[in-house]
């Protein structure tokens, strides 16, 4: 079983940063894809940006420029760093992977952590 625990949120004012983190327990050897998804009040889960075990990033056009994805492999952990936030960036932000390889065997699911909330208001 994989478990994620996502960190970092809080609220920030319209322009400021912040760093929420990502880290993956359980039996794992790897993780081919790790990713970030929020989903605002009302709205649909939508992909922020994700990363792959060979470091290949892709971001939603809203956050490209302003977030950057990072991981490190061996600890099985993903970070986003998020700069000129903006109010409509305010949502639950959930860690998610997929493609995990354990000692045993290969798990094609995705895997979502609690989320933390992300607020940017004056």
């Known amino acids: 079983q994989v478990q994620l625990v996502e960190s970092g949120g809080g ?3 319209p322009g400021g940063s912040l760093r929420l983190s ?5 039996r794992i050897v790897s993780i081919n894809v790790m990713g970030w998804y929020r989903q605002a009040p ?3 889960r939508e992909l922020v940006a994700v990363i792959t075990s060979g470091g290949s990033t892709d971001y939603a056009d ?6 950057t994805i990072s ?3 061996a600890r099985n952990t993903a ?3 998020m700069n000129s936030l ?3 960036d305010t949502a639950v932000y959930y860690c998610n992977c997929k493609g995990v390889n354990t000692p045993t065997r290969y798990s094609g699911m995705d895997y979502w952590g609690k989320g933390t909330l992300v607020t940017v208001s004056s």
Do not use: W
Not at 22 to 26: E, L, P, R, T
Not at 62 to 67: M, T
């Open 11 to 13: 609220l920030v004012q």
């Open 71 to 73: 991981a490190d492999n």
């Open 42 to 44: 009302g709205k649909e």
């Open 62 to 67: 809203s956050v490209q420029g302003r977030f």
């Open 86 to 88: 903006k109010p409509e």
């Open 79 to 81: 970070t986003l760093q």
């Open 22 to 26: 990502c880290k993956a327990s359980g």
